[in-house]
């Protein structure tokens, strides 16, 4: 009761307080988007005092100031059993919308199963679930690693005879018996990339399932597309290149004229350019001092949206922290573990730690980011997980990583 109580007068706190208030949905999510408890929670506005948050339930309504002046801080400690890890955020009140998503990398809401089955026609490649991936060989797939329960889906991807077959099931419940699924012939649409540029495509299907649809190394590429009719309109084709500092992502919803079969898409990869720093005390979390995001040298037409952080102890504890462009500064220090329940963030003395850094910046807002699902897997790992949504949009990301001694 008593964690019931909090949470319905943080909800009437924000309703009776009049205009001087908006109220944010916070929700903590798993890689598909489900409910996750964490084991510690707490939220700040300004520079205020830390103030802990029920931790029996996954989403929490905060009653923040009005206004694009005020600043606010939320942060979790993730439900994992294995090594400690924890989210956070900080951003002004104007970057986001009403609801905010925050993901929990390591963690899961359902368990997973294997799954087996078969294909027609009988192709060679590969079939994909929204947790894993396994070969086919000759129409036959088994242990393909999917999560359990209702509303599960499973695509495949492979070639016979010169020509490349794609489908998928259609929502299933997993664990199930074996699964035959029914291929069509694929279009075609041509990529181009920065020549000598690591790139790929992908498609992101409503339920998460990734497909991966090419991989090469830079320059003109024929993609294989399925039917505009095998896809909802809300799934997505993502064409990805990276250079060494930085990386572009291109995300097009199915019926969007640049992702019709016959087309071409052009990915430039502007030269970006990232360089954080960082001191700190034993006991505290570090103060960061950032290249301006006006300095990493995003394309035209984009609008900066922020850093991302990324501290780990290997194997013992890691800490992902965004910090939206209005509520930056250089130099930055987020002061996490001062919150209730939060003094683990802090890695041991004398331990070895890894810094990865990242700045963003995009053709939509922050705020159309964090309200949407995330993907389940990582674009690119310690790098981009606080805006791998399932959104279409263009994002750049310019980076940075260092190794110390804390």
């Given amino acids: 009761m008593r964690k019931t109580g909090l949470f319905l007068a943080l909800g009437l706190l924000s309703a009776c307080s009049g205009p001087s208030t908006t109220s944010l949905t916070v929700k903590l999510v798993d890689g598909l988007g489900e409910p996750l408890q964490p084991q510690a929670a707490a939220w700040r506005v300004g520079n205020g005092p830390w103030n802990a948050l029920p931790t029996g339930q996954s989403s929490w309504v905060l009653p923040l100031p009005a206004g694009s002046g005020a600043t606010f801080a939320v942060g979790f400690q993730c439900p994992s059993t294995g090594p400690l890890s924890y989210v956070s955020l900080e951003a002004k009140r104007n970057e986001v919308g009403n609801t905010l998503l925050l993901r929990c990398p390591l963690d899961w809401n359902s368990p997973t199963g294997a799954v087996s089955g078969s294909t027609n026609p009988a192709v060679n490649g590969a079939v994909f679930s929204a947790r894993g991936q396994a070969a086919l060989n000759g129409g036959a797939f088994s242990g393909l690693t999917a999560p359990v329960g209702a509303g599960r889906e499973v695509a495949a991807l492979g070639s016979l005879g010169g020509t490349t077959y794609f489908g998928r099931s259609g929502l299933i419940n997993i664990p199930s018996g074996p699964i035959n699924l029914s291929l069509s012939s694929t279009l075609t649409l041509t990529t181009i990339t920065p020549t000598g540029l690591p790139s790929r495509a992908h498609l992101h299907l409503d339920t998460g399932v990734r497909v991966d649809l090419a991989f090469w190394g830079g320059g003109s590429q024929t993609v294989p597309r399925p039917a505009p009719s095998a896809l909802a309109a809300s799934e997505l084709l993502e064409i990805y290149a990276e250079d060494a500092p930085g990386l572009a992502i291109l995300r097009l919803a199915n019926p969007n004229p640049l992702a019709a079969p016959g087309s071409t898409v052009s990915l430039p990869v502007p030269p970006l350019s990232l360089s954080v720093g960082e001191s700190h005390t034993p006991t505290a979390l570090p103060t960061f001092t950032f290249t301006g995001l006006g300095n990493v040298g995003f394309s035209a037409g984009l609008n900066p949206l922020g850093y991302a952080l990324f501290l780990a102890e290997p194997g013992v504890r890691y800490w992902r922290h965004f910090v939206g462009a209005g509520a930056a500064s250089s130099p930055y220090t987020f002061n996490l573990e001062q919150a209730p329940g939060f003094l683990g963030v802090v890695p041991s003395p004398g331990s070895s730690v890894q810094l990865c850094a990242s700045a963003f910046a995009s053709?939509?807002?922050?705020?159309?980011?964090?309200?949407?699902?995330?993907?389940?897997?990582?674009?690119?790992?310690?790098?981009?997980l606080f805006l791998?949504?399932?959104?279409?949009?263009?994002?750049?990301?310019?980076?940075?990583?260092?190794s110390f001694t804390w």
Avoid: M, N
């Fill in 388 to 402: 791998d949504r399932h959104h279409p949009g263009r994002l750049e990301v310019g980076k940075d990583a260092l």
């Fill in 363 to 384: 053709d939509q807002s922050l705020a159309s980011f964090l309200a949407s699902r995330p993907l389940p897997l990582e674009s690119c790992i310690c790098y981009t």
